[in-house]
């Protein structure tokens, strides 16, 4: 399950989503200022191209690529609202710990903390 906590004016609220039981993992190739990410593994469907625009050694601001294919409705609002700022918060062993924040051009900011691994 994904959790995000939503601040909105004078509330907070945290969402819970259902994690899409049909992935079991996701393949991140980083290059400098891209990302290409697979979803169960390089070659199965398509690829998810990203944009990396780096703010410091530990923060970027991640855009998807519009360039390179299709977007959905949800890539296309994350551009349209600047973009998700990821913050890397420590690193334990090969586990990556992050913040990922996006403040929506209505003033919603949306967070979640997540973890990459690597295998």
Avoid: F, H
Avoid at 101 to 113: A, R, V, Y
């Amino acid at each position: 399950m994904k959790k995000y906590t939503i601040t909105s004016k004078d509330s907070i609220n945290e969402i819970t989503a259902e994690r899409d039981l049909s992935i079991n993992r996701y393949v991140v190739i980083r290059e400098k200022n891209s990302q290409t990410e697979w979803k169960n593994g390089i070659g199965n469907g398509t690829p998810t191209y990203e944009i990396l625009e780096w703010i410091d050694d530990c923060t970027y601001r991640l855009t998807y690529d519009s360039s390179k294919g299709e977007m959905d409705e949800m890539t296309k609002w994350v551009n349209e609202n600047n973009g998700i700022i990821i913050s890397k918060t420590k690193i334990e062993g090969k586990c990556l710990y992050y913040n990922a924040t996006m403040t929506s051009n209505d003033g919603q900011k949306i967070s979640q903390d997540g973890i990459i691994c690597v295998e």
